[in-house]
């Protein structure tokens, strides 16, 4: 089929999908024409120069639309992941492309975060054809304490990108007392511009300090909605240097030494010269470092990403119809594999997240979504059932039902889970697995593990704790599951219907490895108490276990090692192993030496994954290799952070199950960085692996008679 000229000059960035005839993520690329396909016959463009070279064909799902505006200023971005990076942040990237001259913006520089203002929109590069494109950068002024003091030879002002600015600040903000160069603030009556943050990390310069070391902000008036202020309350605080921090009061008082109320705040993000708490040596209350902030309360305003403002501006986007949902006595089952592309698929899927809710609707969606083991434990309520029972069973026939599920179904959930918290610190999911495994759903613990030949314990998820040497440097999940087990001398009591296994990392930051290989099927055979297991070598029942054989290089190291009388006096001849302490395993007396062992194995079914705080899952909704969804509850944003609402989606990513079908060699030898977006994310921020037992459901609740 002949492709089909376009006649209006159009430019795109390429999102995601792997490198095709020219294309790759994050290049910006002019459309040239359009197939009847949904492709894309474009060419693209360099950014150490403006013209155009052979491009290729893309899918038009695998771009994103620029104006010429965007795209010029997007050529100016030194490389394609900071582009990727600013353009997932629209409304940041909203407010650049609007920015005119005397705008208060924040930009990085060398000595940190900095306030300045725009004062030219300036071309760079030579136009030596019409196809050429400009590239576009900010001349900007940077506000410094000497910023009053003319000069008569002043120096060229700096040239950033749009990637370098990570907030923008409305005009009519700008705090009393600060002056430009010109002796002017910028006119108050001008078109103004909605704050837009792209949260960064400002410890990297003292933002609000004096040259006494004393915490100093500019005059603000509170709202004028005179919200009152008390602890808890969310506040935001204009420093010296024009930037707003943002935080949660944790104390309200009289400081040593002070007059009138002071406000004690946990500040979002570290900033340099705060505390952890204390103030003039006295601690008030516990933070982080560098978090702690003490002013005086009348320095302290509501939040303004999270109040809703009185004043003038733009009208706030109308939040999309929502379809009406009847309870009905009938519970829906889990969405089948032939309907989940049609049900799921798309934007305005899945959960919709909202204030850092995306550790609950990740974990929601993994569990209840397409999972066939789970769902025995989402039935008919009875009467004696407590109401958030019958809110989360809303909330998973919803999805089942519909493929979506509105904020304001989970925020009813999170305040009936007493987790209702508007703090940056959202919580993790194993904390939330337990709560509703054991309070809300009233079910056993879904673990029974045995440690040092003593009595069983519960759990509902298992950590993995090993040494980093212990391990390949790409390690798998079975892998890590036996050597966990093994160097803690752990086994399973039973075989568990569920098994949630979090990853060895800590944190948002530290991880033990750089990428895990998952494991589409888990064999916990070995790992179960007295339970028959084959012998290593030979395959006859195993007699004895040995632990000091697990590192062996010669013998699949890593692997649980069992074997029967006659390897295990044949493996411990050699003069390396001699000094193991191989120990009996207890042998069912009605199971014969020859008789075949039979295999127990799990099936994952999805997986969590963080990165920079938040939370996303992958979820395999049918047996097909390549049936696998992405979701993200905050995936998207429409409007400010004010008025605005987050936009879930849910996509498809059957290039996983094209990665997974490797062998297993070949994929500890894959390197991330080339593999496709999805795959990557997979591997290198990995949280917490979920397997099921798909023929063994989950034991009934314990308030229920058998």
């Known amino acids: 089929m002949e492709p089909k000229p376009v006649a209006n000059e159009k430019f795109f960035l390429v999102i995601r999908g792997k490198s095709r005839k020219g294309f790759c993520r994050g290049c910006i690329g002019r459309v040239e024409a359009e197939t009847q396909h949904g492709e894309i016959v474009g060419l693209v463009y360099c950014s150490s ?17 620029l104006s010429r505006h965007q795209a010029q200023l997007l050529l100016f971005v030194s490389t394609p992941s900071k582009r990727l990076e600013l353009l997932c942040n629209p409304q940041l990237f909203t407010a650049i492309c609007e920015l005119t ?20 929109l300036m071309q760079i590069g030579r136009k030596e054809s019409k196809e ?24 060229p002002l700096p040239l950033f990108s749009a990637a370098d600015i990570i907030q ?22 001008r078109k103004p511009v909605s704050r837009i943050n792209s949260m960064p990390n400002i410890g990297s310069r003292p933002v609000i300090e004096n040259r006494t070391g004393q915490s100093v902000v500019h005059n603000q008036s509170l709202s004028t909605s005179q919200m009152p202020l008390e602890v808890g309350s969310m506040v935001e605080v204009v420093s010296n240097s024009g930037v707003t921090v943002y935080g949660v009061i944790q104390w ?36 982080k470092g560098n978090r702690a902030l003490f002013v005086p309360i009348t320095k302290c305003s509501p939040d303004g990403r999270f109040v809703s403002s009185s004043g003038k501006g733009t009208k706030p986007p109308e939040t999309p119809p929502v379809p009406p949902f009847e309870e009905s006595d009938e519970d829906v089952p889990p969405v089948p594999e032939s309907e989940a592309l049609s049900l799921l698929v798309g934007k305005m899927k899945g959960i919709q997240g909202h204030i850092n809710s995306c550790y609950l609707d990740a974990t929601l969606f993994s569990l209840f979504s397409s999972s066939v083991t789970l769902d025995s434990i989402c039935q008919k309520p009875t009467d004696e059932e407590e109401p958030i029972t019958c809110t989360l069973r809303t909330i998973v026939n919803r999805l089942r039902r519909q493929g979506f599920v509105p904020a304001e179904s989970v925020m009813n959930f999170r305040k009936q889970l007493g987790c209702d ?25 879904l673990l029974k593990l045995r440690s040092n030949r003593e009595e069983s314990q519960g759990a509902y998820t298992l950590q993995i704790f090993l040494e980093k040497e212990q391990m390949g440097r790409v390690p798998t999940v079975q892998q890590l599951l036996d050597t966990s087990c093994v160097s803690g001398d752990l086994k399973f009591e039973m075989m568990p219907s569920c098994l949630m296994i979090q990853m060895p990392r800590f944190g948002n930051k530290y991880k033990m490895f750089s990428h895990i290989i998952p494991s589409m099927e888990l064999d916990i055979t070995d790992l179960l108490y007295n339970s028959p297991r084959e012998c290593f070598i030979c395959g006859n029942l195993a007699e004895y276990e040995c632990l000091q054989c697990v590192p062996d290089r010669k013998l699949q190291p890593g692997r649980i090692k069992q074997y ?10 050699l003069p390396s192993r001699r000094c193991h302490s191989p120990s009996a395993l207890t042998v069912p007396a009605d199971v014969a030496s020859d008789s075949p062992v039979s295999r127990h194995t799990m099936q994952l079914f999805a997986v969590l994954c963080i990165q920079t705080s938040h939370y996303v899952s992958f979820v395999k909704y049918g047996a097909d290799p390549h049936s696998w969804l992405f979701f993200d509850s905050m995936a998207d944003r429409c409007g400010d952070d004010q008025s605005g609402y987050n936009i879930p989606e849910v996509r498809t990513c059957p290039e996983l199950g094209d990665f997974l079908c490797q062998p297993e060699e070949e994929l500890a030898q894959a390197n991330p960085a080339q593999a496709p977006e999805l795959v990557r994310r997979l591997l290198c921020d990995s949280y917490m692996f979920l397997y099921q037992n798909a023929v063994m459901p989950i034991c009934k609740p314990n308030n229920e008679e058998p």
């Open 132 to 155: 050429d494109l400009h590239m576009l950068g900010f001349e900007v002024e940077l506000l410094e304490s000497d910023h009053n003091v003319s000069s008569k030879k002043p120096a």
């Open 49 to 65: 120069a403006g013209s155009p070279k052979n491009g290729g064909v893309v899918r038009r799902e695998d771009t994103y639309p």
């Open 564 to 573: 029967c009388a006659t390897c295990n006096t044949q493996v411990h001849t």
């Open 101 to 120: 001259q005397d705008d208060l913006v924040v930009v990085k520089h060398k000595r940190g975060h900095m306030p300045a203002v725009v004062k030219n």
């Open 421 to 445: 918290t508007f703090r940056t610190e959202e919580k993790d999911p194993e904390e939330f697995i337990t709560v509703l495994f054991q309070k809300v759903l009233c079910v056993e613990p």
């Open 252 to 287: 309200l008082g009289v400081p040593g030494g002070k007059i009138g109320e002071w406000a004690g705040i946990e500040l979002d993000y570290e900033v340099n010269g705060c505390s952890d708490g204390k103030y003039g040596g006295h601690r008030y209350f516990t933070c």
């Open 168 to 189: 923008v600040v409305p005009s009519y903000s700008v705090p009393l007392g600060l002056h430009w160069k010109d002796g002017k603030c910028g006119s108050l009556n």
